[in-house]
């Protein structure tokens, strides 16, 4: 099993940027290639980024894309999405997820518990 818990959500104003975490404990973090998606009520959950086991690939949405960045320190088993000019229209409640490099979160095995980004305009 793999746990993981994201950190860094809160409240920003349009143009303004959060850091968010993804810590993972359980079986070894370096062999999983990793993504972050997003969701708001009554939609379905949105791909955002995604990050191979070394870190050497990255994937990104086309809405974030020059906005995010996604990065994976592997001694520390943590995985993290940098925001920048973060929009009204990023408000979702974020969350990471385990062991596949796609686009589509029902490959994903594990999934954490999210975590809350609002921006207001």
């Known amino acids: 099993q793999v746990q993981l818990v994201e950190s860094g959500g809160g409240l920003v104003q349009a143009g303004g940027s959060l850091s968010l975490s993804c810590a993972a404990s359980?079986?070894?973090?370096?062999?999983?290639?990793m993504g972050w998606f997003r969701q708001v009520p009554g939609k379905e959950r949105e791909f955002v980024a995604s990050i191979t086991s070394s870190g050497s690939s990255t994937d990104y949405a086309e809405s974030v894309k020059g906005r995010f960045t996604i990065s994976r320190l592997n001694a520390k088993n943590t995985m993290y999405l940098q925001m920048n000019s973060l929009k009204p229209e990023d408000t979702a409640v974020y969350y990471c997820?385990?062991?596949?490099?796609?686009?589509?979160?029902?490959?994903?095995?594990?999934w954490g518990q999210g975590t809350q980004v609002t921006v207001s305009s």
């Open positions: 359980g079986r070894t973090f370096t062999i999983f290639p």
């Open positions: 997820a385990a062991r596949s490099w796609s686009r589509v979160p029902g490959n994903y095995d594990f």
